[in-house]
């Protein structure tokens, strides 16, 4: 190859790439900005409380037109109690009423009460601020909201109880609130109207996460599911965790595999832990009890994956074979 022809195979390797690094910082630049367009700050829009109009430490977001609020500056408004709790990416909230709520950063379960319930939107943090939208957040702090077009306010106002006498009983209170008997009455935690006696103070405003259970799961299943990832990546990163987790949790699932965690564990041999006595003795640590419970929860950072392996342990044709989603520390996670 002569001197010239060199030159122009060099100089032809720049431009291709010149011309790869141009297109993957066009990509990276879209993702950028399309992860802007999703959640960004507002400024146009006011938020009143009763009538006045209030100025939140933490500002607005939008996310695909829809208002998300800081949870504790809002929370704080109708003079509710706010805790963070760090270790597990928590808020939990005690609203001057006794409701407690807990909200788990992209958890897509709220704990109301003694009850588990989806979401329809994700919590998110932003600025070490937990988000979550405005008219949800409304309804969790018994309270309604309402939209001014014209002036783009917000308007919140707290919702009294209500009083039950001779005069105003349970079924006034049904058809003035526009909920139905059953409703209420889960709202208070009763059983029936019969026991709602003169005198009774009644939570009115039905949140609508409550028409919404998730789906249950008890301490044993609990205490297995983390007994278990605690074995197989106790020494993982949180994320590990949480992967190992749901591969157990996706397994259930899938029809090619028992339908409960108990089965899923100790059937076949992919799980040694089961049979040699090492899942008796584990003793899960804080971060695997929290990836197991948000996992439980619904978060889910290896969907559709249902192995996991290491593959300076496990190798061969099996494995191989396997179409991988992600690598997260020493485990690979795949289908």
């Not at 704080?76 to 005690?94: H, I, M, P, R, S």
């Not at 949140?207 to 998730?214: K, N, Q, T």
């Not at 301490?219 to 605690?230: G, H, P, V, W």
Request: charged content about 25%; aromatic content about 8%.
């Amino acid at each position: 190859m002569n001197h010239w022809t060199r030159k122009k195979l060099f100089i032809r390797t720049q431009s291709i790439v010149m011309t790869l690094v141009l297109f993957l910082l066009g990509m990276a630049l879209a993702a950028s900005v399309t992860s802007a367009e999703q959640v960004k700050v507002t400024k146009d829009i006011s938020i009143s409380m009763n009538g006045e109009e209030v100025e939140l430490a933490d500002p607005l977001l939008l996310k695909e037109k829809r208002l998300f609020v800081p949870v504790a500056s809002v929370a704080e408004l109708f003079g509710a109690k706010v805790k963070w709790d760090g270790d597990n990416q928590e808020v939990t909230v005690k609203t001057t009423l006794g409701d407690i709520i807990v909200f788990g950063v992209d958890i897509p379960v709220v704990y109301f009460n003694e009850g588990r319930y989806m979401l329809e939107e994700l919590p998110l943090l932003e600025s070490g601020r937990m988000y979550m939208p405005l008219r949800q957040a409304a309804e969790l702090m018994h309270a309604t909201v309402k939209w001014d077009e014209e002036l783009r306010v917000a308007e919140l106002a707290a919702v009294p109880l209500a009083v039950i006498s001779e005069e105003y009983g349970f079924a006034d209170a049904v058809k003035e609130h526009g909920s139905s008997e059953q409703e209420l009455l889960h709202r208070n935690g009763l059983e029936s109207a019969d026991s709602i006696e003169a005198g009774a103070k009644l939570r009115v405003v039905v949140p609508s996460v409550l028409d919404h259970e998730a789906k249950p799961f008890t301490e044993e299943e609990f205490t297995l599911l983390a007994k278990l990832t605690q074995v197989e990546s106790g020494y993982e990163s949180y994320e590990g965790q949480l992967g190992v987790a749901n591969v157990i949790l996706n397994r259930v699932k899938d029809s090619r595999f028992p339908g409960t965690i108990r089965d899923v564990i100790y059937s076949g041999r992919q799980f040694p832990p089961a049979h040699n006595g090492l899942l008796d003795k584990s003793k899960p640590n804080k971060s695997v009890l929290r990836a197991v419970k948000d996992a439980l929860n619904g978060k889910n950072n290896v969907e559709g994956a249902i192995y996991f392996y290491n593959p300076k342990v496990s190798k061969g044709k099996f494995w191989s074979s396997l179409d991988d989603i992600v690598t997260i520390g020493n485990h690979r996670f795949a289908k």
